[in-house]
């Protein structure tokens, strides 16, 4: 009977023994398992950083190209726009304008996408814009200098016409006192000089013939 007894309880120990194997082993798994999926998510985690490292990465060096792209063709519209700008002398007070209106014009459109011919089109229009006070100027200014100089330059030739008018004149007077005046030929050389003073002094060139003749005799008579 007794060795019944021992024999069920050990029986019952071992089983419990068994039991408490399988604890721990289901224990290990689950452990070794959470750990696994732990690992598994740490990894999935470093990846998703890094793939988003990346994609940022990219997205600034593509951000980085557009901006450059557009401050290339903001310079070249720039350029453009006062390169062989013609004949008009432009202040550098107003290029600068020009230029700061043009960066602020194309730096609020998308010039990446536009073509050059119309980022370059949008830049002169911008440019003539602030330009025209500046040209207007100038070209009153043009304006009054070629009125200056055609008053100047009708000036010079009316006094260079009634130069030879007055030239022309006085020889006519000087022939006029050898034909009508007899004059002694030791006496001609005062009376000339007395004759072309007078003359020097009293016309114009816009007097006439008869007008001449009246002052020479006076000149001579007298």
């Known amino acids: 009977m007794r060795e019944r007894v021992l024999a069920e309880r050990l029986r019952l120990e071992l089983r419990q023994a068994e039991a408490?194997?399988?604890r721990l082993d289901?224990?290990?798994a689950?452990?070794?398992r959470m750990a696994r999926e732990d690992e598994e998510r740490a990894r999935l985690w470093d990846?998703?950083?890094e793939r988003a490292e990346r994609e940022s990465l990219l997205a600034e060096e593509r951000r980085e190209k557009t901006r450059r792209l557009s401050r290339e063709k903001i310079q070249k519209a720039k350029d453009a726009a006062f390169g062989g700008f013609g004949s008009?002398?432009?202040p550098k007070e107003a290029e600068a304008k020009a230029r700061v209106a043009i960066e602020k014009e194309l730096s609020g459109l998308p010039v990446h996408d536009l073509p050059q011919d119309e980022i370059d089109e949008i830049a002169r229009g911008v440019r003539d814009s602030v330009c025209a006070p500046y040209r207007r100027i100038q070209k009153q200014r043009e304006e009054a200098e070629a009125r200056r100089r055609g008053i100047e330059?009708?000036?010079r030739a009316r006094k260079f016409a009634l130069t030879l008018k007055k030239s022309a004149l006085v020889s006519y007077a000087l022939d006029y006192v050898r034909e009508e005046w007899e004059i002694n030929p030791l006496d001609w050389p005062e009376v000339k000089q007395e004759i072309?003073?007078?003359l020097d002094r009293e016309i114009s060139g816009d007097e006439s013939k008869d007008d001449v003749r009246?002052?020479?005799d006076e000149v001579v008579g007298g």
């Open 20 to 22: 408490e194997h399988r």
């Open 26 to 28: 289901e224990e290990k």
């Open 30 to 32: 689950d452990a070794e």
């Open 47 to 49: 990846a998703r950083r």
């Open 88 to 90: 008009f002398d432009l």
């Open 153 to 155: 330059d009708e000036r």
């Open 196 to 198: 072309e003073t007078a």
């Open 214 to 216: 009246e002052m020479v």
